[in-house]
């Protein structure tokens, strides 16, 4: 802290003088008293220019304010697996992104390479937030103009929410009522939300179309259930814009090799099956652990329907495309074909070169055995389809990005051959 008074060590004299009756002032004063007000103005002066010139000020944010022709989409989540390969293709595809994450799951680093790619000021910015805290979640609303949510934010892990259901309950359901209630608050109307095709449980019948009977069976598919009844509700008496993609078992990563999956190493044991394969392949685990041989499937092993996650996010721009305010859109997104759990681990030989060994465990809790779906419902009203059905292909594109990044998005590393 500045200080323009000085220490003194002996007693002045009046400063002012008597002449005739009139008092003078001391002109030593007077010349004091100007030096503080010139010295004040110029350090005044000199903080001014210095905010100015800092890339934090600006007044307006182009991310405040709406702009004409210009999409600005809130990605939560957008530092996961999914939601980043979302903001990826948004910023290709012209839109201005926020990317809202706690980085619970999420990686900084996925960030970092999306800012990288999209340095251009009002295309892309990061805010650090956790959506169970509303207050900051209604300052980010306040000050940013969206257009839109795309709520990908969330835990994600079947059996993990076995052992943890309160946390699946708190990040899902309770989490997306934040998010709805800043929505309403602050006017914005559109909204794509991150669904499963966990929320219809184990039908009788497949393959599974929108109209199947919901029935979860394990806590990470009742809380999404949940969070689409609060978003259908809250529908009926708002002109909300609403799409709800369902999809089902995530691969592959982005084909040019900018961004990957890279989950925490104390979560691989509830991990998707892609990363466990990868994992047995690069010697982190021992080998692969399959669980539940005794299913009623054609070779005991579980049966999914492996969406390519490139597929995936262009299914999500279609919905955004798509979406008409007081109309809801429900949607599987799959292939339509089911493949085993066997069929995969094949596929993941050959993909990454390795005789990945497997260990037949028993089943885990909230599994189901065959689950695939039906997409001719996407495919008539938004005209997608999936495109990357090669299952090795897919593998092989996340196996490049894999051995490209041992540590993740830490250091890039490469992996001798």
């Known amino acids: 802290m500045l200080s323009f008074t000085r220490t003194r060590t002996q007693q002045r004299s009046n400063r002012s003088m008597s002449l005739g009756g009139m008092d003078y002032a001391d002109p030593k004063k007077k010349n004091n008293f100007c030096g503080k007000i010139i010295m004040v103005s110029t350090l005044t002066a000199l903080c001014i220019l210095m905010l100015k010139q800092s890339p934090s000020f600006n007044t307006p944010s182009q991310f405040s304010s709406h702009e004409p022709g210009v999409t600005h989409v809130l990605v939560t989540g957008g530092a996961g697996y999914i939601g980043s390969h979302a903001a990826l293709r948004l910023l290709r595809d012209s839109y201005r992104v926020t990317i809202v994450d706690n980085l619970s799951r999420g990686n900084r680093g996925a960030v970092n390479v999306l800012q990288q790619l999209f340095p251009e000021p009002g295309r892309l910015q990061f805010i650090y937030a956790d959506l169970g805290d509303p207050k900051a979640v209604h300052k980010i609303f306040s000050e940013n103009a969206f257009d839109a949510v795309m709520h990908f934010a969330a835990v994600a892990y079947v059996g993990e929410s076995t052992l943890d259901p309160l946390k699946y309950y708190h990040n899902i359901t309770s989490n997306t009522l934040v998010v709805l209630e800043a929505m309403a608050a602050h006017g914005v109307n559109t909204l794509i939300y991150s669904s499963t095709c966990a929320t219809y449980g184990e039908p009788e019948k497949m393959p599974i179309t929108e109209e199947t009977p919901q029935l979860p069976i394990n806590p990470y598919g009742k809380a999404k259930k949940m969070a689409e009844d609060m978003i259908l509700d809250f529908h009926k008496n708002s002109d909300m814009a609403v799409m709800i993609l369902r999809y089902f078992n995530v691969i592959g990563s982005d084909p040019d090799g900018r961004l990957g999956e890279a989950p925490r190493p104390e979560l691989r044991e509830h991990g998707r099956i892609s990363g466990a394969c990868f994992d047995a392949a690069r010697g982190i685990i021992p080998g692969l652990k399959v669980r539940g041989a005794d299913y009623k499937t054609p070779d005991g092993t579980c049966i999914r ?113």
């Open 305 to 417: 329907d492996y969406i390519d996650v490139t597929d995936l996010v262009d299914a999500h721009v279609k919905a955004l495309e798509k979406a008409k305010p007081g109309h809801v859109g429900i949607y599987n997104v799959g292939t339509g074909r089911g493949r085993s759990v066997k069929e995969f681990v094949e596929a993941c030989k050959k993909a990454t070169g390795v005789a990945i060994k497997v260990d037949l465990l028993p089943r885990r809790p909230g599994d189901y055995a065959e689950v695939y779906s039906d997409p001719s419902k996407i495919k008539n009203e938004l005209n997608w389809t999936a495109k990357h059905t090669n299952l090795q292909q897919s593998l092989q594109i996340a196996w490049r990005w894999q051995k490209a990044h041992l540590n993740g998005y830490e250091a890039p590393l490469v992996m001798s051959a």
